[in-house]
């Protein structure tokens, strides 16, 4: 897992988010699946604005990575929503500043179980599920 840590004051751009983020995600990507590279990879992130900029899309479309759009206002289909956040949040004492966060949700995630990753996508699944049987109308008192 990557993880990259952004001043307070940086703001996110869609340059930024090319070249300090994604570029460094693709080449770990091609590192790990040698054989394989971005093949078979679908990406689903939100609808950020880095995120949904034309040439984030194209970017990840010319090393071969399929795009799941997100619907919008539909944040209980992010897994940063339903699942991360809160984990790191009940997972993670005080800290005194900044660094120490950043020190302490680098180490937790670093140190999660493989099958809280996998239970993740499998919980993503069940959540789009929901969206589509529901017509991407209110859903959240359905899940278990």
Same mark, same amino acid.
Request: glycine share 2%.
């Given at each position: 897992?990557?993880?990259?840590? &952004? ?10 988010? &090319? /070249? ?22 679908? &990406? ?23 795009? &799941? ?21 009940? /997972?993670?004492? /005080? ?17 999660? /179980? ?31």
């Amino acid at each position: 897992m990557l993880i990259h840590r &952004i001043e307070r004051v940086q703001a996110v751009r869609h340059h930024y988010y &090319i /070249n300090q983020r994604l570029r460094r995600l693709i080449d770990e990507i091609k590192r790990q699946r040698s054989s394989h590279g971005t093949r078979g990879i679908k &990406i689903h992130h939100d609808n950020g604005r880095p995120h949904a900029h034309k040439n984030v899309s194209d970017y990840l479309e010319s090393e071969g990575l399929a795009i &799941i759009s997100h619907p919008h206002y539909s944040p209980n289909l992010s897994p940063c929503d339903f699942w991360l956040f809160d984990m790191i949040k009940d /997972n993670l004492t /005080n800290q005194e500043d900044s660094e120490s966060l950043h020190n302490a949700v680098t180490d937790f995630m670093n140190s999660s /179980n493989r099958n809280e990753y996998k239970k993740t996508f499998e919980k993503s699944i069940e959540m789009m599920q929901l969206c589509v049987d529901n017509h991407a109308d209110y859903f959240e008192h359905l899940v278990k």
